[in-house]
């Protein structure tokens, strides 16, 4: 008998004599799966080399696979026995896994990468943790322990802390995902209040961290839970028709939806929430509508109304409740679509008062208004119900385009509307939550600005009078550049009392001092020669008069020298509005005593002002009436004791002055 040499090969035969007989395929070995038997360093930072010894290391480095926490990372050397590999970024700790063509092994232990914002020098202890358990933990000043625990993609948790010592501002909990994408942080504060919600679920399986921060210049302990948040609880059908439906949250950090639909798009919708429990406050029940899509159209928190919430598209929508932290209880909520803003007819811009009322609980309504390109417009409300109080009531004009070009609430009176465009303006209400009631409308085309004639810079009074509801006046003056003007108003109607508006204006409109009501105007320096107009606004549909009085201010006058030895010097001012001036010598350092006294009685308390004056003009100090002044003098030269009546006051007043080194 012959062996072939084949025999080795896959197509081996067995010759027998004449007969050639094939030998069956020998199978090739099957490669042992890989074991992991340690790693080194136990924790890590990205890009960091980290050693794995283990067993049946396949030869070729290529055919090593490693991922830490479901990561690829990079291989960057071999032996027999160990692979040197590169931490991945974007990846939290947890276990490493290596491949080869003989299978797959797993680490017993895991690794601990530290997270965003922290060091590896910084870890003072780590650990995996159980969902659900309490773990207490003691952290030294200045450091972090690290937790690990498993979560599965779309789940959400919370950390429950308790027993932080020391207290007030000492820890802070982060929690991060697989891939370190921070699920909610807590400073200090939240941590003493118990509980850290993240705002974000787990994106993706696998190992989460958690972070407990040591911010306190001592050692320290604190008891840390990591809670599993049950999936927002399906609380039912909302209705639409004004049914009240009760809601409850009974697990704590769970969030909550009822779900409706519509039938048409566009359609509106108000909720009204009553009867949050004690334990929300005003604001730990936070509440909102929802797409489909998860896009927000509207929300509030608590006990609150949410008002004509459009709904643009017909769907499924959810009306969602998230707790704040752990808080748990009950609100009612009220639905109801709301009709189409209902038509109140026309109004008509001539004064005529029209009473529209509003019954349906959250609908809004309007009126229309033809208007014309230019015209300046008035609308005054009146007669408010007082359910509507001050602000319960939004009210606008609207173009026919829906621009608003003014707005008010409650009774009240918009004023100089400029109509940008013919056509038919919508006057637009909207009663606050489920708020009815009525209010009293007037429109008004205002005139163009009545010319009252001449006003004399001579002191002489010119009574102004405005006749026309809505309608403003003016009286012009002609001034020299340089000049100053005073303007005092007096005897005002009674209608007018402190509610109409008067000024000083150039020729081009700028506004150069205005007052209300009866005023004195200090003087103004006219900044050209040219037509000044005096402008009188009564508010809203006002009527009646106002008498004006102006004349040009003289420069201020020389009153004399003041003798510093005590000798009285009397200063008198005889013209209205004007100022005046004494001047002393002064050394600075000079100690001043400086007496006022023997104010006319024209001036009273406080109806002239005397002021000191550096030599470079600048006020040093600043007295009223009669009264003693000490001061010391900051500079040499001459000062000056300047004068100020008030308004138009005029009289005297007397001044003596003694000086010491």
């Known amino acids: 008998m012959q062996v072939s040499s084949r025999l080795f090969t896959a197509s081996a035969a067995l010759v027998l004599g004449a ?13 042992p799966p890989p074991v992991i038997t340690s790693f080194t360093p136990a924790s890590a930072a990205a890009d960091d080399t980290v050693t794995l010894t283990a067993t049946n290391i396949d030869l070729v480095q290529a055919n090593n696979t490693v991922k830490v926490n479901g990561v690829n990372a990079t291989v960057t050397g071999k032996t027999l026995t160990t692979l040197t590999i590169k931490v991945p970024p974007d990846t939290s700790g947890g276990k490493i896994v290596l491949t080869t063509p003989g299978g797959t092994g797993t680490s017993a232990t895991d690794i601990f990468i530290a997270p965003p914002f922290s060091t590896v020098a910084e870890m003072s ?21 690290i937790q690990l625990f498993d979560a599965t993609a779309g789940e959400r948790f919370a950390v429950q802390t308790a027993g932080a010592t020391p207290g007030g501002c000492s820890f802070e909990v982060g929690l991060w995902d697989a891939r370190l994408v921070n699920l909610g942080t807590a400073d200090c504060r939240r941590v003493n209040t118990g509980w850290l919600e993240t705002t974000t679920v787990a994106l993706v399986t696998g190992t ?31 209705p639409l028709d004004g049914t009240t439906k009760a809601v409850d949250i009974t697990s704590p950090g769970q969030n909550g939806y009822l779900s409706f639909t519509t039938t048409a798009i566009n359609q509106k919708i108000s909720v009204k929430a009553t009867g949050a429990s004690a334990t929300y406050g005003c604001c730990g029940m936070r509440w909102g509508i929802y797409r489909a899509d998860g896009t927000r159209l509207g929300s509030s928190t608590g006990n609150a109304y949410l008002d004509s919430v459009l709904l643009p598209s017909i769907g ?27 038509d109140l007819g026309t109004l008509a811009l001539d004064g005529t008062t029209k009473t529209v009322n509003f019954s349906t609980p959250g609908q809004n309504a309007y009126l229309t208004i033809a208007g014309t390109t230019g015209q300046k417009v008035a609308i005054q409300t009146t007669n408010a119900s007082t359910a509507f109080g001050c602000c319960g009531l939004k009210w606008g004009l609207y173009t026919p385009t829906g621009t608003r070009i003014g707005g008010s609430s409650g009774n009240a009176y918009l004023d100089k509307l400029t109509l940008p465009t013919t056509g038919n303006y919508q006057l637009r209400f909207d009663p606050a939550d489920t708020k009815t ?23 002489t009074p010119t ?28 005897n005002t109607s009674a209608t ?41 606004d009564p508010a809203d549909t006002r009527t009646g008069s106002i008498t004006l009085t102006g004349w040009v201010v003289p420069a201020d006058i020389a009153l004399g020298t003041l003798p510093t030895d005590g000798t009285p010097v009397t200063a008198t001012i005889s013209t209205p509005g004007q100022n005046g001036y004494l001047t002393f010598s002064g050394t600075s350092g000079q100690k001043v005593t400086l007496k006022a006294s023997r104010a006319s009685t024209a001036f009273g308390c406080c109806g002239v002002t005397w002021t000191i004056k550096r030599p470079d003009g600048s006020t040093q100090k600043r007295w009223s009436g009669n009264v003693t002044g000490k001061f010391t003098l900051t500079a040499s030269g001459t000062h000056q004791v300047y004068v100020d009546p008030a308004d138009v006051k005029i009289g005297s007043i007397t001044f003596s002055a003694t000086v010491t080194n």
């Open 19 to 31: 007969t050639t007989v094939p030998l069956l395929a020998t199978p090739a070995l099957a490669a």
């Open 316 to 342: 499924t929508y959810q009306l969602r409740f998230d707790p704040l932290d752990a808080r748990t209880g009950s609100i009612n909520v009220t639905a109801s679509l709301i009709g189409a803003d209902a």
């Open 208 to 238: 989460q961290t958690l972070v407990v921060n040591n911010m306190s210049t001592s050692a320290g302990l604190v008891d840390v839970t990591v809670v599993k948040i049950p999936a927002d609880a399906n609380l039912g059908t909302l």
């Open 496 to 536: 007018f009392g402190k509610k109409v508006t008067w000024g000083m204006y150039t020729a081009s409109g700028t506004r150069l001092g205005s007052a209300s009501g009866n005023a004195y105007l200090n003087p103004v320096t006219l900044p050209a020669t040219g037509t000044y107009q005096v402008r009188i």
């Open 437 to 459: 009631g009525s209010v009293t409308v007037a429109g008004y085309v205002l005139q163009t600005d009545a010319d009252l004639g001449a006003l004399p810079l001579t002191g």
């Open 125 to 145: 202890s780590t650990a995996r943790t159980t969902v659900g358990t309490k773990a207490s933990l003691s952290i030294p000043a200045g450091k972090k322990a």
């Open 463 to 490: 009574t102004a009078t405005v006749n026309t509801p809505g309608q403003n006046g003016y009286l012009t003056f002609t001034g020299t550049a340089g000049q100053k003007v005073a303007l005092q108003a007096t």
